[in-house]
């Protein structure tokens, strides 16, 4: 579980995941457009709670590009979800479609999108009501996994489920007594259900607002009959996949470089989408392909890049630089022609490295706000940060070489932060603790310093190396305080020659 | 919260009960209390699920998982105001109640249940240790006045909640002492007196009124009663019970199970000291495979019977649960009481062919055949017939329903299909004031179901007289234990 999710055996993340690269229908749209450059192939779904408005949210997703739409009742919740949640989120599913539904068809804008209804469905009559009002998908989740034993104990988080169904310890999963039948039958059931269902009624309601069927125009659909228009035909990256084709065919090394300008969003992703669909998740050796663009580029760049790819910027960049970075290399400097100060000038936008697994970013200049936010693996090196910075982290290293802004790593679970003249009244101790660094991290910090000024030329770093053994004291470390007992615990076992994971998951469960 | 993973660190146990050869030379209880700590352990195995379903094993909505936690806290007062907020009468359920909390208990899944019923009696042995169980006075009169006619768990938990409400409440009882069967059903070794006495002197205390020797029906009649009392709650039992015609039933020596066990009560109380039907150095047979079958011979053993064998025509329950009873229903299973343990036969998939007896009339033995199940009904197997000798011989073959004759003659109160007192979903019969709770509305069923009943009759009587009521309501007439 720690492995798919990037983050570290026996330490608790923070669950839901806080949404941090979305506050606008923009940034959304955004999202959307990085996901379907990172896999083309995919299918694009926005979950919305149901709830009054949602049909105009809906109507700005589709507009969005949005290749699916959930509307979710107020029905569900996993059972790790808050009591507030469950009880409190949302409306029903009912009502939340019917206004979908109707908004996009008013809009224009119900052909190109699928439209999904979930919150609770248990019944054929659910599957039957839900078609009526707009829906082509179905989702089913909570009912199936009572199928298969689930008795809604509420712990999915906490790894006791006595039934074996949301569990890692081995104890517990051994009473897990579901089978795939089970769940087979069930939608045997359901499907049944449906074609039994001849019509309904509910006595005392007016249905007809909900039933509604706007005034359209002769010819319009009122479900999914095409596709969104992504744009990806415009995309940057056509010219990138072009130019990196020995690469992607052969492995051979490739250097390039073309200029980029800001409407040019999401660059590098729908050539990592090609790396990865030929060489897997392991990518290709580290620099096989390495491209230099100049000038101003769009948001999410190097979004979601893995490894063998290296993307240096000569310029700036906006929001989101490093999305889900898997493996790549960034590497961020002013264009050498700039008379201004790099390092008191904003060099990429918030939310850098947002949900980022392996790889390296390298900032001459300073970012925004959130820098790092839910990084679970990249090492990144910058010369000063806004608000927030490395807020639930789970993993990977930061180094930063100037100012914070305020609540330094909130939330943060994992990995390790290096700030130079820290002020510790901006760290957000909930969580962590503030140290000194010990050998091995001055070790690493100065490996990382002396690439930063390598791969960026920069003027900070430089002075900093000049009299590392002054500067090195400037530096404090941020740690996680679960993730250092956990680590504690692995180094101790690797000593004695135990098995880490099992020494692990002996301390966590006590 | 509870610890979440105290069901993996502890298994499940309960205390020892009294060595066997020790416990039948006296009438003590056979339980004993578990040593320091280990209880809270026991409690620590709780979960605290998200959907507790030993909420719907138990009628009474006992909030177990919060005083399971607040044990495991060795917060102990504070479980006996959980405990009490929802139960009258823990120390007798806790000793009495066959536990469906338990069978419908989230580890009993897959593991051993939680110990509910053993953390139950210990909270409020303890309260009671503790001088934490005072009378609970009302704040102020209510100017009503209630009579409950019946002094079983469901008339002494509708008094106790009428009383705290403010009205004046007087218990009426046929028997010479108040407690029903607790008093005269219920052996000492499964529960002494004392815990009754107790709890009668709380009740009293909070102004119920007693009135044992009062045969409502005969020595006063219902019409007079209704006039004296603003409501009277009937909570007189299933006290009907089922016989066996067979030849020689009218042979001395075989009676019903009701009119043997009594008497081993009234010697503890110290009525007499021999009692007039004694099982010493006798062969005893126990016609009925449950629970008050298992009284007779846990009495008669310690009576000093030849022999006690048991005779249950069903055939023998499995060990484990069966199919046909999944989790969280309460499944028949072949159960070995304190009293099984203390020795004798049992029998089972046997039915009585005839009694045998001497020229003085008198009981010498039975005629047993075996039966087998076809098509729903037992059919005897031919050439299985066999003799057992019997000189005491008790039928506990369980209650048709409620012996109400007199209410309906007197009152013209309607029966239901089954021959229980018929009630509306406030518990009241067809005759206006007059309502029903427990086994005489319900038929025969467990001690938690009687105090559930109880509680609730007792918020129906109190919307009655006021208007509105603050009382809970754990149940309705029409509620049935959880089956497939």
Same mark, same amino acid.
């Given at each position: 579980?720690?492995?798919?999710?990037?983050?570290?055996?026996?330490?608790?993340?923070?669950?839901?995941?806080?949404?941090?690269?979305?506050?606008?229908?923009? %940034?959304?749209?955004?999202?959307?457009? %990085?996901?379907?450059?990172?896999?083309?192939?995919?299918?694009?779904?926005?979950?919305?709670?149901?709830?009054?408005?949602?049909?105009?949210?809906?109507?700005?997703?589709?507009?969005?590009?949005?290749?699916?739409?959930?509307?979710?009742?107020?029905?569900?919740?996993?059972?790790?979800?808050?009591?507030?949640?469950?009880?409190?989120?949302?409306?029903?599913?009912?009502?939340?479609?019917?206004?979908?539904?109707?908004?996009?068809?008013?809009?224009?804008?119900? %052909?190109?999108?699928?439209?999904?209804?979930?919150?609770?469905?248990?019944?054929?009559?659910?599957?039957?009501?839900?078609?009526?009002?707009?829906?082509?998908?179905?989702?089913?989740?909570?009912?199936?996994? &009572?199928?298969?034993?689930?008795?809604?104990?509420?712990?999915?988080?906490?790894?006791?489920?006595?039934?074996?169904?949301?569990?890692?310890?081995?104890?517990?999963?051994?009473?897990?007594?579901?089978?795939?039948?089970?769940?087979?039958?069930?939608?045997?059931?359901?499907?049944?259900?449906?074609?039994?269902?001849?019509?309904?009624?509910?006595?005392?309601?007016?249905?007809?607002?909900?039933?509604?069927?706007?005034?359209?125009?002769?010819?319009?659909?009122?479900?999914?009959?095409?596709?969104?228009?992504?744009?990806?035909?415009?995309?940057?990256?056509?010219?990138?996949?072009?130019?990196?084709?020995?690469?992607?065919?052969?492995?051979?090394?490739?250097?390039?470089?073309?200029?980029?300008?800001?409407?040019?969003?999401?660059?590098?992703?729908?050539?990592?989408?090609?790396?990865?669909?030929?060489?897997?998740?392991?990518?290709?050796?580290?620099?096989?392909?390495?491209?230099?663009?100049?000038?101003?580029?769009?948001?999410?760049?190097?979004?979601?890049?893995?490894?063998?790819?290296?993307?240096?910027?000569?310029?700036?960049?906006?929001?989101?630089?490093?999305?889900?970075?898997?493996?790549?290399?960034?590497?961020?400097?002013?264009?050498?022609?700039?008379?201004?100060?790099?390092?008191?000038?904003?060099?990429?936008?918030? &939310?850098?490295?947002?949900?980022?697994?392996?790889?390296?970013?390298?900032?001459?200049?300073?970012?925004?706000?959130?820098?790092?936010?839910?990084?679970?693996?990249?090492?990144?090196?910058?010369?000063?940060?806004?608000?927030?910075?490395?807020?639930?982290?789970?993993?990977?290293?930061?180094?930063?070489?100037?100012?914070?802004?305020?609540?330094?790593?909130?939330?943060?679970?994992?990995?390790?932060?290096?700030?130079?003249?820290?002020?510790?009244? &901006?760290?957000?101790?909930?969580?962590? %603790?503030?140290?000194?660094?010990?050998?091995?991290?001055?070790?690493?910090?100065?490996?990382?310093?002396?690439?930063?000024?390598?791969?960026?030329?920069?003027?900070?770093?430089?002075?900093?190396?000049?009299?590392?053994?002054?500067?090195?004291?400037?530096?404090?470390?941020?740690?996680?305080?679960?993730?250092?007992?956990?680590?504690?615990?692995?180094?101790?076992?690797?000593?004695?020659?135990?098995?880490?994971?099992?020494?692990?998951?002996?301390?966590?469960?006590? | 919260?509870?610890?979440?993973?105290?069901?993996?660190?502890?298994?499940?146990?309960?205390?020892?009960?009294?060595?066997?050869?020790?416990?039948?030379?006296?009438?003590?209880?056979?339980?004993?209390?578990?040593?320091?700590?280990?209880?809270?352990?026991?409690?620590?195995?709780?979960?605290?699920?998200?959907?507790?379903?030993?909420?719907?094993?138990?009628?009474? +909505?006992?909030?177990?998982?919060?005083?399971?936690?607040?044990?495991?806290?060795?917060?102990?007062?504070?479980?006996?105001?959980?405990?009490?907020?929802?139960?009258?009468?823990?120390?007798?359920?806790?000793?009495?109640?066959?536990?469906?909390?338990?069978?419908?208990?989230?580890?009993?899944?897959?593991?051993?249940?939680?110990?509910?019923?053993?953390?139950?009696?210990?909270?409020?042995?303890?309260?009671?240790?503790?001088?934490?169980?005072?009378?609970?006075?009302?704040?102020?009169?209510?100017?009503?006045?209630?009579?409950?006619?019946?002094?079983?768990?469901?008339?002494?938990?509708?008094?106790?909640?009428?009383?705290?409400?403010?009205?004046?409440?007087?218990?009426?009882?046929?028997?010479?002492?108040?407690?029903?069967?607790?008093?005269?059903?219920?052996?000492?070794?499964?529960?002494?007196?004392?815990?009754?006495?107790?709890?009668?002197?709380?009740?009293?205390?909070?102004?119920?009124?007693?009135?044992?020797?009062?045969?409502?029906?005969?020595?006063?009649?219902?019409?007079?009663?209704?006039?004296?009392?603003?409501?009277?709650?009937?909570?007189?039992?299933?006290?009907?019970?089922?016989?066996?015609?067979?030849?020689?039933?009218?042979?001395?020596?075989?009676?019903?199970?009701?009119?043997?066990?009594?008497?081993?009560?009234?010697?503890?109380?110290?009525?007499?000291?021999?009692?007039?039907?004694?099982?010493?150095?006798?062969?005893?047979?126990?016609?009925?495979?449950?629970?008050?079958?298992?009284?007779?011979?846990?009495?008669?053993?310690?009576?000093?019977?030849?022999?006690?064998?048991?005779?249950?025509?069903?055939?023998?329950?499995?060990?484990?649960?069966?199919?046909?009873?999944?989790?969280?229903?309460?499944?028949?299973?072949?159960?070995?009481?304190?009293?099984?343990?203390?020795?004798?036969?049992?029998?089972?998939?046997?039915?009585?062919?005839?009694?045998?007896?001497?020229?003085?009339?008198?009981?010498?033995?039975?005629?047993?055949?075996?039966?087998?199940?076809?098509?729903?009904?037992?059919?005897?197997?031919? +050439?299985?017939?066999?003799?057992?000798?019997?000189?005491?011989?008790?039928?506990?073959? +369980?209650?048709?329903?409620?012996?109400?004759?007199?209410?309906?003659?007197?009152? +013209?109160?309607?029966?239901?299909?089954?021959?229980?007192?018929?009630?509306?979903?406030?518990?009241?019969?067809?005759?206006?004031?007059?309502?029903?709770?427990?086994?005489?509305?319900?038929?025969?069923?467990?001690?938690?179901?009687?105090?559930?009943?109880?509680?609730?009759?007792?918020?129906?009587?109190?919307?009655?007289?006021?208007?509105?009521?603050?009382?809970?309501?754990?149940?309705?007439?029409?509620?049935?234990?959880?089956?497939?």
């Amino acid at each position: 579980m720690a492995k798919t999710r990037h983050s570290t055996p026996g330490v608790g993340l923070i669950s839901p995941p806080p949404h941090h690269d979305i506050y606008s229908i923009e %940034d959304l749209a955004q999202l959307i457009h %990085d996901l379907k450059n990172a896999n083309p192939q995919a299918r694009i779904h926005v979950k919305l709670v149901a709830e009054v408005g949602v049909g105009t949210v809906a109507a700005g997703v589709a507009k969005a590009h949005s290749d699916v739409i959930l509307i979710s009742g107020h029905d569900g919740g996993t059972g790790a979800s808050p009591l507030t949640s469950l009880k409190h989120a949302g409306a029903p599913w009912e009502l939340g479609l019917a206004e979908t539904q109707q908004t996009l068809l008013l809009n224009g804008l119900r %052909d190109r999108v699928v439209v999904q209804a979930d919150g609770q469905l248990k019944t054929g009559r659910d599957v039957v009501i839900a078609a009526l009002l707009g829906a082509e998908e179905f989702g089913f989740a909570s009912a199936p996994l &009572v199928v298969m034993g689930c008795v809604m104990m509420r712990v999915c988080h906490l790894d006791t489920c006595p039934v074996g169904v949301a569990t890692q310890n081995p104890v517990l999963r051994e009473r897990f007594t579901g089978r795939p039948e089970f769940v087979q039958t069930f939608f045997e059931y359901i499907a049944e259900e449906v074609r039994a269902v001849q019509y309904w009624k509910a006595s005392g309601l007016d249905l007809e607002p909900i039933l509604h069927v706007p005034a359209l125009p002769e010819g319009t659909s009122r479900r999914h009959v095409v596709n969104q228009d992504h744009g990806l035909d415009k995309a940057l990256d056509n010219q990138l996949i072009a130019l990196s084709a020995q690469a992607l065919e052969y492995a051979e090394p490739v250097i390039a470089q073309i200029p980029v300008r800001n409407v040019n969003r999401t660059v590098g992703t729908m050539l990592g989408y090609e790396v990865t669909k030929r060489y897997g998740g392991a990518g290709l050796p580290d620099g096989t392909i390495d491209i230099t663009l100049n000038g101003s580029a769009g948001q999410s760049f190097g979004a979601f890049v893995p490894r063998g790819i290296t993307l240096r910027l000569l310029g700036d960049a906006n929001d989101y630089l490093g999305k889900g970075l898997s493996g790549g290399r960034l590497i961020v400097r002013p264009d050498e022609n700039a008379s201004f100060d790099a390092a008191t000038n904003v060099i990429a936008g918030n &939310v850098v490295a947002y949900g980022a697994t392996s790889g390296e970013i390298f900032l001459r200049g300073l970012a925004g706000e959130r820098f790092c936010v839910r990084n679970s693996g990249v090492t990144a090196v910058v010369e000063g940060v806004g608000d927030h910075a490395c807020e639930y982290m789970t993993g990977g290293r930061v180094i930063v070489l100037g100012p914070t802004g305020r609540n330094v790593a909130a939330g943060m679970s994992g990995g390790v932060t290096y700030i130079l003249d820290l002020d510790s009244t &901006v760290v957000n101790a909930e969580m962590v %603790d503030v140290e000194t660094l010990d050998e091995t991290d001055a070790a690493f910090v100065l490996s990382s310093v002396r690439r930063h000024f390598e791969f960026t030329q920069s003027t900070v770093a430089e002075s900093l190396l000049k009299d590392w053994d002054a500067s090195v004291k400037r530096l404090s470390k941020i740690m996680p305080k679960d993730y250092k007992k956990v680590l504690a615990v692995s180094a101790a076992a690797e000593r004695e020659g135990k098995d880490v994971n099992t020494a692990i998951m002996e301390a966590v469960n006590g | 919260m509870a610890d979440p993973k105290g069901f993996l660190k502890t298994s499940r146990q309960t205390p020892p009960r009294r060595p066997v050869d020790v416990r039948i030379q006296d009438w003590k209880e056979v339980y004993q209390d578990f040593g320091n700590g280990e209880l809270e352990q026991q409690a620590s195995r709780c979960m605290d699920c998200g959907i507790p379903f030993c909420h719907s094993g138990c009628p009474l +909505g006992n909030l177990i998982p919060e005083w399971n936690d607040l044990v495991r806290r060795q917060d102990w007062q504070s479980a006996i105001e959980r405990l009490h907020a929802t139960n009258n009468f823990p120390e007798f359920t806790g000793r009495l109640c066959p536990a469906p909390c338990e069978s419908a208990c989230v580890l009993g899944i897959n593991a051993d249940p939680v110990t509910i019923k053993q953390v139950e009696v210990e909270i409020i042995d303890r309260a009671w240790d503790e001088g934490w169980v005072v009378p609970q006075l009302p704040d102020r009169l209510s100017g009503k006045t209630v009579a409950v006619v019946g002094s079983g768990p469901a008339g002494l938990a509708a008094a106790q909640q009428l009383s705290r409400a403010g009205h004046t409440v007087a218990v009426y009882e046929r028997a010479d002492r108040i407690g029903g069967l607790l008093r005269y059903g219920i052996p000492e070794f499964k529960m002494e007196k004392h815990h009754l006495d107790r709890r009668l002197a709380q009740m009293e205390a909070e102004g119920v009124r007693f009135r044992p020797s009062s045969d409502i029906g005969e020595s006063v009649t219902w019409p007079d009663l209704r006039a004296r009392y603003d409501a009277i709650v009937v909570a007189t039992g299933a006290t009907a019970w089922r016989d066996l015609e067979v030849p020689g039933r009218e042979l001395t020596g075989i009676m019903q199970a009701m009119e043997y066990l009594p008497w081993a009560n009234r010697v503890q109380e110290g009525d007499m000291v021999e009692p007039p039907i004694n099982a010493k150095g006798k062969h005893v047979i126990v016609i009925g495979g449950g629970d008050t079958g298992a009284d007779c011979v846990g009495t008669a053993h310690r009576q000093g019977a030849a022999s006690v064998t048991q005779l249950e025509i069903m055939p023998r329950p499995a060990d484990q649960r069966p199919d046909e009873a999944p989790w969280p229903t309460y499944p028949m299973l072949y159960r070995v009481t304190s009293a099984h343990e203390e020795g004798g036969d049992r029998m089972f998939a046997v039915s009585t062919q005839q009694f045998i007896g001497n020229d003085e009339g008198h009981v010498t033995g039975i005629e047993l055949i075996e039966v087998r199940m076809v098509d729903g009904r037992f059919e005897p197997v031919a +050439g299985t017939e066999r003799q057992l000798p019997a000189d005491l011989i008790t039928l506990a073959m +369980g209650f048709a329903g409620p012996q109400a004759e007199t209410l309906v003659t007197q009152l +013209g109160v309607e029966l239901d299909a089954r021959g229980n007192v018929a009630r509306d979903a406030q518990f009241m019969s067809t005759v206006d004031s007059i309502f029903v709770a427990g086994d005489a509305g319900r038929g025969q069923s467990l001690i938690v179901w009687a105090i559930a009943e109880g509680r609730a009759v007792a918020s129906a009587v109190d919307a009655y007289l006021m208007g509105e009521t603050n009382l809970p309501s754990p149940v309705r007439p029409t509620d049935r234990p959880l089956v497939v």
